[in-house]
């Protein structure tokens, strides 16, 4: 069974950075792509960054400009910096590997506050 840890998450004022880490316990991960979601309160679970195999990217339009998703397949981790963060990213933030219908980690809560 897949297990992924996060790590990273807290509470931060508005426009201050966050870096969150999903470290991964599997034999397999470069060959995965990794991904970063998040669910507010009262909302549908969203993806927020995606890295493929290849080291190719995608990001919610939410996010472009701010966030930077990376992963070190030799620590077997992905990383998701996030700078200049907002009220609205408040949310708890879940790791992913191989998609919606692949492998999750516990979630990790990021509050953003004045």
């Known amino acids: 069974q897949v297990q992924l840890v996060e790590s990273g998450g807290g509470l931060v004022q508005p426009g201050g950075s966050l870096r969150l880490s999903c470290a991964s316990f599997?034999?397999?991960?470069?060959?995965?792509?990794m991904g970063w979601y998040r669910q507010a309160p009262g909302k549908q679970r969203e993806l927020v960054a995606e890295?493929?195999?290849?080291?190719?990217?995608n990001y919610a339009d939410s996010v472009k400009g701010r966030f930077s998703i990376s992963r070190d397949n030799a620590k077997k981790t992905a990383y998701l910096q996030m700078n200049s963060l907002k009220l609205e990213d408040t949310a708890v933030y879940y790791c992913?590997?191989?998609?919606?219908?692949?492998?999750w980690g516990q979630g990790t809560q990021v509050t953003v506050s004045s």
């Open positions: 992913n590997r191989g998609g919606p219908r692949g492998a």
């Open positions: 890295i493929y195999s290849d080291g190719n990217t």
């Open positions: 599997a034999s397999a991960f470069s060959i995965y792509a």
